[in-house]
């Protein structure tokens, strides 16, 4: 082998070795932190519109930060109540539950009932029916002659 190439051999093999060497400086560390959200924020409740609810705000996570999400109005559901989104403790991590829509217990129906048509409903025509209630054929008409 010429003394070049073991020169070279030589100095690549250091370098891998340096390499290697500095590799664990620098690796990332990463650690997960199980912290509650903050507070919910106060926020102005705006006049609602008719068949409309309010979904208030929540925190949501966004990479390795909560970020508030501003409340809304939603369309409203008869018989139903909206539950918020909310986090839950489970040991010690959190966990964020979706808001939802969830039966009312307490919500009765009200039928409306539809006004009944006359028995005997003449479409409109007036006094043109040549029949009475009981069916009965009533006066004569221009054209019975």
């Known amino acids: 082998m010429k003394p070049s190439l073991k020169v070279r051999h030589l100095v690549?093999?250091?370098?891998?070795?340096?390499?290697?060497?500095a590799l664990p400086a620098m690796a990332q560390i990463s650690f997960n932190i199980n912290l509650a959200p903050p507070a919910p924020l106060v926020e102005a409740r705006p006049v609602i519109a008719p068949g409309y609810v309010w979904a208030p705000g929540y925190w949501t996570v966004n990479g390795d930060r909560h970020v508030w999400?501003?409340?809304?109005?939603?369309?409203?559901?008869?018989?139903?109540?909206?539950?918020?989104d909310r986090w839950e403790q489970r040991g010690t991590v959190y966990v964020r539950q979706?808001?939802?829509?969830?039966?009312?217990?307490?919500?009765?129906?009200?039928?409306?009932?539809?006004?009944?048509?006359?028995?005997h409903w003449n479409n409109g025509h007036g006094n043109k029916?040549?029949?009475d209630d009981n069916g009965k054929r009533r006066g004569k008409d221009k054209h019975d002659d």
């Open 98 to 119: 979706p808001g939802n829509w969830q039966r009312d217990v307490h919500y009765k129906a009200v039928k409306v009932e539809k006004p009944k048509k006359p028995k």
């Open 129 to 131: 029916n040549k029949h």
């Open 12 to 21: 690549l093999s250091v370098l891998v070795a340096a390499s290697a060497a």
């Open 69 to 84: 999400v501003r409340g809304r109005s939603i369309v409203q559901r008869q018989g139903y109540v909206w539950s918020p």
